[in-house]
């Protein structure tokens, strides 16, 4: 079982940034890959980045990439999304998830993922 909290959102002007944590509970952290995935008002929840269990290998949608970057800190049990360049159609809520165990980076669909956050707001101002 993972437990996982999300923090650092916020209000950020156009431009901006900002950089979220997922605190995950647990001895297996290590063990996961893990993610992190966004949903506006009125869309589908949708994939923002992954990071593999050892850090050695990350995904990015087509749309944050070159701006968002995905890490990790397995001996704090953190894994991390610092989000530069911000955009307002980044605003939405950002959840972090835990793929599937032993699931390899690359998954995209929510489903891959077994463990999820309670969220935190971005929301980007034009």
């Known amino acids: 079982q993972v437990q996982l909290v999300e923090s650092g959102g916020g209000l950020v002007q156009t431009g901006g940034s900002l950089r979220l944590s997922c605190a995950a509970s647990g001895r297996t952290f290590s063990s996961y890959a893990m993610g992190w995935f966004r949903q506006a008002p009125g869309k589908e929840r949708e994939f923002v980045a992954a990071i593999s269990w050892s850090g050695g290998s990350t995904d990015y949608a087509d749309s944050v990439k070159g701006r968002f970057t995905i890490s990790r800190d397995n001996a704090k049990n953190t894994v991390y999304l610092q989000m530069n360049s911000l955009k307002p159609e980044d605003t939405a809520v950002y959840y972090c998830?835990?793929?599937?165990?032993?699931?390899?980076?690359?998954?995209?669909?929510?489903?891959?993922?077994?463990?999820w956050g309670q969220g935190t707001q971005v929301t980007v101002s034009s």
């Open positions: 998830a835990a793929l599937i165990r032993g699931s390899r980076v690359g998954i995209t669909t929510p489903s891959g993922y077994e463990y």
